[in-house]
């Protein structure tokens, strides 16, 4: 039996809620990529979240690096944060398989993934404002991957 299993739900709920606050406390990757080959800007005017998400793609299209600066609740903060742990080293169509599915996982449908500490996001599925702070990042994602020169919006989902 793994240690997650032994948790009871409330003991979950706070180990998401701890996983959240470190990373909206302390991003990690938070900062410009000057080596960047993708980028995009992503806004979600109904909470105040901007960012700004930089991705280092290699020949064989590898993201080398993924980073992003901004401002935002700790959801937007602690969803991005943990996009770029997840994407960096991914192939970009896995990258954009994790999109895809974080964003499905978020808005009501399943993961065929594990997500592993994205879990931690699936809280504000309970609160359906707060969905567009966490999928923020990954639309931004998509954007920055097709090179979009619009700002991502979550308005229009
Ligand atoms: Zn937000």
Redesign the pocket.
């Known amino acids: 039996m793994s240690k997650l299993a032994e948790l009871n739900t409330d003991d979950l709920k706070d180990l998401y809620r701890e996983l959240i606050l470190d990373h909206a406390r302390n991003p990690r990757n938070f900062g410009p990529l000057r080596s960047a080959t993708h980028r995009a800007r992503g806004a979600?005017p109904l909470?105040?979240?901007t960012l700004e998400l930089y991705l280092e793609l290699d020949a064989d299209e590898v993201v080398r690096a993924a980073r992003f600066e901004g401002t935002?609740?700790a959801?937007?903060l602690a969803s991005a944060s943990l996009l770029t742990e997840t994407v960096a080293g991914l192939p970009r169509h896995l990258a954009l398989q994790w999109f895809e599915q974080v964003t499905a996982s978020l808005t009501g449908g399943r993961s065929e993934f594990d997500l592993g500490k994205l879990m931690a996001l699936q809280g504000v599925r309970e609160f359906p404002a707060?969905v567009?702070?966490a999928t923020?990042p990954w639309h931004t994602m998509r954007s920055a991957f097709q090179q979009q020169a619009t700002t991502a919006t979550t308005t229009t989902e």
């Open positions: 979600n909470c105040g979240d935002g609740c959801i937007s707060r567009k702070c923020l």
